[in-house]
């Protein structure tokens, strides 16, 4: 039973964490934005904002589920993961904590969206939120990409609440988005100091987030490489 809240919280943190992380909560202030200048009415840029933030979640729900039913439908993939994923968890957590921390940088290929499809998305209501928001969680930055794939997967793959917990890691991004959609729609006007104090937030997070799990990588590949602590 602990284990499985752990688990939960976990992916729920990983979800925030995604959601605040640099280019994710700078296309998500844009997004949002752009959509309460093309909607007047209070309660319509909320019911889009809530499109657009379903968009985002269900977008990582599907590529989760994707990745995590793709593995274990391999016999041999599965038998794999079962033998050799204790093993890597240590050194994925290490690297994850590296990229989290920006000692390791890398690059990675935008999803392109030309100016004329985005505004017809946007001018067709909350449908066209929702594609966008689905669109736009699939443009994975380092960071964004590193706890994802580095962490949410590695997660799931370890429990039988896989889908569960990405579930969760999707309420997790898409609670931050609606938050900030709510308040669009209400017309508060200090989103500027908003966005700063939530970057400075971010930034320590994140940082804290990347020691534990350099901490943990070390843990585990000290308890199933190394054999320590035994």
Not at 176 to 203: D, R
Not at 219 to 226: A, K, S
Request: glycine residues 8%; proline residues 5%.
């Amino acid at each position: 039973m602990t284990e499985v809240f752990i688990g939960f919280v976990s992916a729920l943190w990983l979800g925030i964490l995604t959601s605040i992380s640099p280019c994710p909560l700078a296309s998500n202030v844009a997004a949002i934005s752009f959509l309460s200048k093309k909607i007047t009415h209070p309660v319509l840029v909320s019911i889009s904002g809530l499109a657009y933030t379903l968009g985002r979640m269900v977008s990582y729900v599907v590529l989760s589920w994707i990745i995590i039913s793709s593995l274990l439908s391999v016999p041999q993939v599965a038998q794999l993961l079962q033998k050799y994923a204790s093993k890597a968890l240590g050194p994925l957590l290490i690297l994850t904590g590296l990229i989290l921390l920006e000692v390791i940088t890398i690059r990675l290929p935008g999803v392109p969206l030309s100016r004329k499809y985005h505004d017809k998305l946007t001018e067709s209501g909350a449908p066209g939120a929702f594609f966008l928001g689905f669109i736009f969680a699939l443009a994975f930055c380092p960071i964004s990409a590193a706890l994802f794939f580095g962490s949410l997967i590695p997660l799931a793959l370890n429990s039988k609440n896989g889908i569960v917990l990405s579930f969760i890691y999707g309420i997790g991004t898409g609670v931050p988005v609606f938050i900030f959609a709510v308040a669009v729609s209400l017309g508060v006007t200090s989103l500027s100091h908003w966005f700063n104090w939530i970057s400075k937030l971010e930034h320590y997070t994140r940082g804290v987030t990347g020691v534990i799990f350099i901490a943990a990588g070390i843990y585990y590949t000290g308890v199933y490489i190394l054999r320590l602590f035994q």
